[in-house]
C-alpha cells in the first residue's frame, strides 16, 4: 500500500458556495477571534467576509442587500497584479468565493468604480490543520486509489485520471473515506487533481498498480470498472 499526504498548493479561484471544515472566520479590521461585516453598522451596499481554509486558500463570502441595487465587486490580490476577479451581485444575492494563497499576501474587495476598497484580509493559519491522505491498494485485477479526509480537514472535490478507464469525480467531506477503483493491468496508472487546483501543475500521482507476487502474469485488460 502506497500512502501521499494532500498539503495546500496553488489554488485556482472557484466558485464555492459550501460549508468548509477546520477554518478560521475574520473580517476585515477585526480581531482574530471576530466574525463580522467588513462594515460597521447597517451598510447601504455589498459586505465582504473571509475565512481562512486549511487548504492554504481564503474564502471570500460576499452578501448584497435586498435593497441594494445590483453591484459589481472586484476581488484583487495584495500586492496587485496575481490576479483579479469581477462578481456581479444582484440584490439580495449571496456568494462564497474561493482564492489561493501563494504569491501574495492579502486580498481586497473593492465596489467597481470606487477607490478605495470596501475590505481587506490576510491569510491567517487557522491552527489544528490536518491533511487528506490518499493511499493505493492493487490486487491482480483491480486497482483501488483510497481518498481520506480526516476529521478536521476540508470538503473536497476530487477527480481520478486513469489511462485506461473513466475519469471518476467525487466529493469528498470531513471524517469521510472514498475508494475509486479501476482495472489493474500491466501500466495502468491515475493521477488526482482537485477543484480549485490547476490540473496542468497541481495533479498529484501518478500512482501505478503493482501486481502482487501471487498473480499470473499481465492482470485485467478488460477495460473499465463499474
Known amino acids: 500500500m502506497h500512502s501521499h499526504r494532500v498539503p495546500g498548493r496553488r489554488l485556482l479561484a472557484a466558485l464555492a458556495a459550501t460549508a468548509i471544515g477546520c477554518t478560521s472566520a475574520l ?16 451598510p447601504a451596499g455589498p459586505t465582504a467576509t473571509f475565512t481562512s481554509v486549511c487548504a492554504n ?7 448584497n442587500r435586498r ?27 449571496k456568494m462564497t468565493v474561493r482564492f489561493p494563497v501563494e504569491g501574495w499576501d492579502g486580498i481586497s474587495v473593492t465596489v467597481a468604480g470606487a477607490t478605495d476598497p470596501l475590505a481587506t484580509y490576510v491569510w491567517q493559519d487557522p491552527g489544528n ?6 493511499t493505493t491498494r492493487s490486487t491482480c485485477d ?17 477527480t481520478f485520471s486513469p489511462n485506461y478507464g473513466k475519469v471518476r469525480t467525487r466529493t469528498v467531506k470531513p471524517g469521510q ?26 495533479v498529484f500521482g501518478p500512482w501505478e498498480w503493482e501486481q502482487p507476487a501471487d498473480c499470473a502474469d499481465g492482470g485485467d485488460d478488460s477495460g473499465d470498472l463499474s
Open 129 to 134: 490543520c490536518a491533511s487528506a491522505r490518499i
Open 67 to 93: 435593497n441594494a441595487p445590483a453591484t459589481d465587486v472586484v476581488l484583487a490580490s495584495i500586492p496587485a497584479g496575481s490576479f483579479t476577479q469581477t462578481v456581479a451581485l444582484s440584490p439580495g444575492e
Open 142 to 158: 483491480t486497482f483501488t486509489v483510497v481518498f481520506t479526509d480526516p476529521p478536521n480537514g476540508d470538503r473536497w472535490t476530487v
Open 57 to 63: 486558500a481564503i474564502d471570500v463570502r460576499l452578501a
Open 177 to 202: 473515506t472514498v475508494e475509486v477503483t479501476f482495472p489493474g493491468r500491466e501500466g495502468q496508472f491515475v493521477v488526482a487533481g482537485y477543484d480549485y487546483w490547476d490540473p496542468e501543475s497541481d
Open 27 to 42: 473580517a476585515a479590521g477585526a480581531p482574530a477571534s471576530a466574525h463580522h461585516s467588513a462594515l460597521q453598522g447597517k
